[in-house]
């Protein structure tokens, strides 16, 4: 099974939501949408799906284009962040509702809802209302209710945004494995860059309705070929400041300099951008050749086993993140460091010209 488009686009009221893209997801496969709210995830989902018709260009599935084709002609099932369950209905009874709506026989349908109750962990509650249910129960609920479908193309569109936190991180282990055994299409939207890493599988990265960048979720991650996307695949978003190569060395200023080794010896004299994430920056130094920078402390965010540090770099903002908890005084000047080594360097268009060497050598 493949899923294509084909140069679509999607216009609205005068305004682009979706500007031209090209994609092909392939069957059996986990298909991450990453981007921050408004950036197109769900538009992208609706063309998809048949909900919206693209105002250009062609959806195919298998070869065949079924761009004009009704959402219920297709074989595609979709869970929402707000889970939608029948209340009046059991748990059985809520994932049985798509199949009797197919005329299946009650011995297809009764096995078939054993099979993906038992896959969502909801065999001892097919005889419960779903308001007898946990959050966590009801989602998975929702979603057994979409593999029931066996559809070939499964839309996820945050459906673990309204979940605590432990429940989050239990179906961020789950999702994957059962996705596995269903051999459908998987396209999972998320604002998370952590989510994206843990699901794994390809990830595209969006803005303002681009794709900026779509391939294995490692490689989007340690390659990104643009600092919008870069931008995108960090939490916090990556930082950046102007650097200038000259020679063999990358000038950062206040007297800041590192070695243009590898990929960095080879670009021409000039200025650029540096970026690096805020997990790189540290206020000990733990490298000899590490990059100095002298900051001013903003604000400090205390998560208990880490700490952000919100910090002016004479006007640039920047963020680190700070394994441990430290007591800091807002307002004072304080040092942070960097290692070379976690330098990525765009060209002033923003186009990834050298990734970071740590990257290279994962």
Not at 154 to 162: F, G, I, T, Y
Not at 170 to 176: A, K, Q, V, W
Not at 277 to 296: C, G, M, V
Not at 330 to 344: E, K, N, T
Request: proline letters at 5%; glycine letters at 8%; one cysteine or more.
């Amino acid at each position: 099974m493949t899923l294509m488009l084909d140069g679509v686009t999607k216009r609205m009221d005068g305004q682009v939501h979706i500007h031209p893209t090209d994609l092909e997801l392939q069957s059996g496969t986990m298909n991450v949408l990453l981007g921050p709210t408004l950036s197109g995830k769900t538009s992208l989902m609706r063309l998809m799906a048949g909900l919206d018709v693209p105002n250009d260009g062609r959806i195919l599935w298998n070869g065949e284009d079924v761009t004009g084709m009704r959402v219920q002609d297709r074989k595609v099932a979709m869970v929402y962040q707000q889970f939608i369950n029948y209340p009046s209905m059991t748990v059985y009874d809520n994932i049985a509702s798509p199949l009797r709506l197919l005329g299946k026989s009650t011995s297809e349908i009764d096995a078939a809802v054993k099979k993906s109750a038992d896959m969502m962990q909801l065999t001892p509650l097919l005889d419960r209302k779903p308001l007898e249910l946990s959050g966590g129960q009801q989602q998975r609920c929702a979603l057994a209710r979409a593999l029931v479908k066996d559809a070939g193309l499964v839309l996820l569109d945050e459906p673990l945004a309204n979940l605590d936190y432990k429940l989050r991180e239990e179906m961020r282990i789950e999702i994957p494995k059962i996705f596995e055994e269903a051999g459908s299409i998987f396209v999972y939207a998320t604002t998370e860059p952590e989510e994206a890493l843990l699901l794994g599988g390809n990830t595209a990265t969006l803005w303002e309705g681009r794709v900026t960048q779509f391939g294995p979720t490692p490689t989007v991650y340690r390659k990104p070929v643009d600092a919008t996307t870069a931008r995108v695949f960090s939490d916090p978003p990556m930082n950046f400041l102007p650097v200038t190569k000259a020679g063999d060395k990358l000038m950062f200023g206040e007297g800041q300099s590192a070695t243009a080794s590898g990929s960095l010896a080879d670009l021409d004299d000039g200025k650029y951008t540096a970026g690096f994430r805020p997990n790189h920056l540290e206020i000990q130094s733990h490298s000899s050749d590490a990059l100095q920078f002298a900051t001013r402390l903003v604000v400090t965010e205390l998560t208990g086993s880490e700490t952000f540090i919100h910090l002016d770099h004479h006007g640039e903002r920047w963020v680190g993140l700070i394994h441990g908890v430290h007591d800091l005084k807002l307002g004072a000047d304080l040092s942070v460091y960097l290692d070379p080594a976690h330098v990525y360097v765009f060209d002033e268009s923003g186009k990834l010209v050298a990734p970071a060497s740590y990257a290279m050598a994962a």
